[in-house]
């Protein structure tokens, strides 16, 4: 990096002073002078909607076979104390963090202290025995089956943001779970569970507090000098960007106030991610740590998936993508490389909840290779509604158990709204999901069944034609007590006024909606009551995405 002379820097900076006190957009500053014009329009360009005093925005860097081109911020660090974002900006990094901690378990294995294979109760014997040994990989691969802890302390009436949840409270609400998911490695699901279990197991194995481990292991030997843990997050960072979330009345603060980390919580710059994504290319750790961070896991019954150890490996526009996203309270990320692109990296950090850091990245790579081919258009052919009508009604999935609606109202073939295209092969799309309409094994029961990111398909079952319109009554049946022992709350199921309401403690309430018989839509998550043989309700579940069937007892 070629530094400016003092007395040019001291200009600079008066200069971006008065430009903020006069509430003119502030112009990115770029870190580097190897940038060229052509690839600071292209940010630029990317950018154009964040280049504001006004706004939160993001910091972007590029690199290309070790050598950083760009480092650019856009938008504000601090709405309030007028401070914009810059390359040495410290945001956090969402999930993107996770790679970062299976490097810390494969530093392990590498020392021959532990195993992939190795089960995990070795090292946490407070998980509970399942049917199948979770292993290490499990944990870092999203197909233990382990619930997700933000939706178990959500149900214990304390969402995140709602209080400081610490390690020890999400080790033991995760351990304390007598049932999973599904069978261990049958299935991906997105958990963060298996990554704050990784922290305990790096912990009792090192002998280290993790922060120490993994600055003393991977940020110090690697000069990753801005990078750090929010282990404590009230600790003061120089540099910090605030982080936010648009609401209708403008924009206000969404951080990430806890003390849970190692599945995210990294702070970091995007100068140290382009550093550490060369750090991998070259293996500078050892081939047999960074190697193994792109062995893509396989799922018992032999299927491949894209997620490999905290890093997904697939294509994008026919080249070759190692990337993570990551997502926390108002930051929103994105760090990539492209092997065949030069080794081209791409880190995006954003203090915005909700900024497209994914769609970002994607645009600069499309800049910068126009080359790479287009994916085809869907081969769609003209729709026969006619022929759906049969199909109209709710459909109930077989993991998450949430309803989804296929009707033909209008005119116009729609699934939760999203309108249908008809395809050549006899499936449909919605959106980018594709659907295919058939009948069960037993020639009457209608499904419909959808394929998920990693190529695993998911069976959607026909409830029923219309919307349930309970009777009083029928409704009045659903009102009691439901005890879960695996988090230790008795939830107050109440009837007013024709609405149906669930509680896990005073002031926190979860207002429901009507599905299909004896279902409802609760605020992020379905919500079915289960009747005995004499029609009784003796049980209420909850199902989500990362929480497939949560069931509570009814109890006097």
Same mark, same amino acid.
């Given at each position: 990096?070629?530094?400016?002379?003092?007395?040019?820097?001291?200009?600079?900076?008066?200069?971006?002073?008065?430009?903020?006190? !006069?509430?003119?957009?502030?112009?990115?500053?770029?870190?580097?002078?190897?940038?060229?014009?052509?690839?600071?329009?292209?940010?630029?360009?990317?950018?154009?909607?964040?280049?504001?005093?006004?706004?939160?925005?993001?910091?972007?860097?590029? *690199?290309?076979?070790?050598?950083?081109? !760009?480092?650019?911020?856009?938008?504000? *660090?601090?709405?309030?104390?007028?401070? +914009?974002?810059?390359?040495?900006?410290?945001?956090?990094?969402?999930?993107?963090?996770?790679?970062?901690?299976?490097? #810390?378990?494969?530093?392990?294995? #590498?020392?021959?202290?532990?195993?992939?294979?190795?089960?995990?109760?070795?090292?946490?014997?407070?998980?509970?025995?399942?049917?199948?040994?979770?292993?290490?990989?499990?944990?870092?691969?999203?197909?233990?089956?382990?619930?997700?802890?933000?939706?178990?302390?959500?149900?214990?009436?304390?969402?995140?943001?709602?209080?400081?949840?610490?390690?020890?409270?999400?080790?033991?609400?995760?351990?304390?779970?007598? *049932?999973?998911?599904?069978?261990?490695?049958?299935?991906?699901?997105?958990?963060?569970?298996?990554?704050?279990?990784?922290?305990?197991?790096?912990?009792?194995?090192?002998?280290?507090?993790?922060?120490?481990? %993994?600055?003393?292991?991977?940020?110090?030997?690697?000069?990753?000098?801005?990078?750090?843990?929010?282990?404590?997050?009230?600790?003061?960072?120089?540099?910090?960007?605030?982080?936010?979330?648009?609401?209708? &009345?403008?924009?206000?603060?969404?951080?990430?106030?806890?003390?849970?980390?190692?599945?995210?919580?990294?702070?970091?710059?995007?100068?140290?991610?382009?550093?550490?994504?060369?750090?991998? /290319?070259?293996? %500078?750790?050892?081939?047999?740590?960074?190697?193994?961070?792109?062995?893509?896991?396989?799922?018992?019954?032999?299927?491949?998936?894209?997620?490999?150890?905290?890093?997904?490996?697939?294509?994008?526009?026919? /080249?070759?993508?190692?990337?993570?996203?990551?997502?926390?309270?108002?930051?929103?990320?994105?760090?990539?490389?492209?092997?065949?692109?030069?080794?081209?990296?791409?880190?995006?950090?954003?203090?915005?909840?909700?900024?497209?850091?994914?769609?970002? %990245?994607?645009?600069?790579?499309?800049? !910068?290779?126009?080359?790479?081919?287009?994916?085809?258009?869907?081969?769609?052919?003209?729709?026969?509604?006619?022929?759906?009508? *049969?199909?109209?009604?709710?459909?109930?999935?077989?993991?998450?158990?949430?309803?989804?609606?296929?009707?033909?109202? &209008?005119?116009?073939?729609?699934?939760?709204?999203?309108?249908?295209? #008809?395809?050549?092969?006899?499936?449909?799309?919605?959106?980018?999901?594709?659907?295919?309409?058939?009948?069960?094994?037993?020639?009457?029961?209608?499904?419909?069944?959808?394929?998920?990111?990693?190529?695993?398909?998911?069976?959607?079952?026909?409830?029923?034609?219309?919307?349930?319109? +309970?009777?009083?009554?029928?409704?009045?049946?659903?009102?009691?007590?439901?005890?879960?022992?695996?988090?230790?709350?008795?939830?107050?199921?109440?009837?007013?006024?024709?609405?149906?309401?669930?509680?896990?403690?005073?002031?926190?309430?979860? /207002?429901?909606?009507?599905?299909?018989?004896?279902?409802?839509?609760?605020?992020?998550?379905?919500?079915?009551?289960?009747?005995?043989?004499?029609?009784?309700?003796?049980?209420?579940?909850?199902?989500?995405?990362?929480?497939?069937?949560?069931? %509570?007892?009814?109890?006097?």
């Amino acid at each position: 990096m070629r530094l400016l002379p003092a007395s040019s820097s001291r200009a600079a900076h008066r200069a971006a002073l008065l430009l903020t006190a !006069l509430s003119l957009p502030v112009a990115p500053l770029a870190a580097q002078s190897t940038a060229t014009p052509a690839l600071t329009a292209i940010t630029d360009k990317v950018f154009a909607a964040w280049n504001s005093t006004h706004t939160p925005g993001c910091a972007v860097g590029v *690199a290309r076979g070790g050598v950083t081109l !760009l480092e650019r911020g856009y938008g504000m *660090a601090d709405l309030a104390g007028g401070r +914009p974002i810059v390359p040495a900006t410290v945001l956090e990094s969402g999930s993107v963090a996770k790679q970062f901690t299976t490097t #810390a378990v494969m530093l392990l294995v #590498a020392d021959g202290k532990l195993g992939l294979d190795d089960d995990a109760r070795k090292y946490l014997p407070e998980l509970k025995r399942y049917d199948r040994v979770i292993t290490v990989r499990h944990l870092l691969t999203h197909t233990s089956g382990l619930r997700e802890w933000s939706n178990l302390v959500a149900w214990q009436g304390w969402p995140r943001g709602t209080r400081v949840h610490t390690q020890s409270d999400v080790f033991k609400v995760i351990t304390d779970q007598g *049932a999973l998911n599904y069978p261990v490695g049958d299935h991906y699901s997105y958990t963060n569970s298996g990554f704050l279990l990784a922290r305990t197991l790096v912990e009792r194995v090192s002998g280290m507090d993790f922060e120490t481990f %993994t600055a003393s292991r991977i940020f110090k030997p690697l000069g990753l000098t801005h990078t750090s843990w929010r282990g404590d997050f009230t600790r003061l960072v120089p540099g910090l960007a605030q982080a936010y979330r648009r609401t209708s &009345g403008g924009w206000r603060l969404d951080m990430p106030n806890d003390n849970v980390i190692a599945a995210g919580g990294l702070w970091t710059t995007v100068g140290d991610w382009l550093a550490w994504n060369e750090h991998l /290319t070259n293996g %500078t750790l050892g081939a047999a740590v960074t190697d193994s961070l792109t062995r893509r896991m396989k799922l018992t019954n032999g299927l491949e998936i894209a997620y490999a150890l905290g890093l997904m490996v697939s294509e994008y526009r026919g /080249t070759r993508q190692i990337a993570h996203s990551g997502s926390t309270a108002g930051y929103s990320t994105y760090l990539a490389r492209y092997p065949q692109l030069g080794n081209l990296s791409v880190a995006v950090l954003c203090n915005a909840a909700g900024a497209p850091a994914t769609n970002f %990245t994607h645009a600069i790579v499309d800049a !910068l290779h126009p080359e790479l081919p287009r994916a085809s258009a869907p081969d769609t052919v003209a729709g026969d509604v006619s022929a759906l009508l *049969a199909w109209r009604g709710a459909y109930e999935d077989t993991r998450w158990h949430t309803i989804s609606r296929l009707d033909t109202a &209008g005119g116009v073939m729609r699934l939760a709204g999203t309108p249908l295209r #008809a395809l050549r092969d006899g499936t449909y799309l919605a959106g980018s999901q594709v659907l295919r309409l058939s009948l069960a094994d037993d020639g009457r029961t209608r499904t419909m069944r959808t394929v998920t990111s990693d190529g695993d398909s998911v069976v959607h079952t026909w409830r029923q034609a219309e919307v349930w319109k +309970p009777t009083a009554a029928e409704l009045q049946s659903l009102a009691g007590r439901y005890r879960s022992e695996d988090i230790g709350v008795t939830f107050t199921v109440t009837v007013t006024d024709g609405v149906v309401s669930v509680s896990p403690r005073h002031g926190v309430v979860d /207002t429901l909606t009507p599905t299909v018989r004896d279902a409802f839509d609760g605020a992020d998550n379905a919500v079915w009551f289960v009747r005995g043989k004499n029609g009784a309700v003796r049980e209420m579940h909850f199902g989500a995405g990362r929480v497939w069937n949560f069931v %509570t007892v009814r109890v006097p």
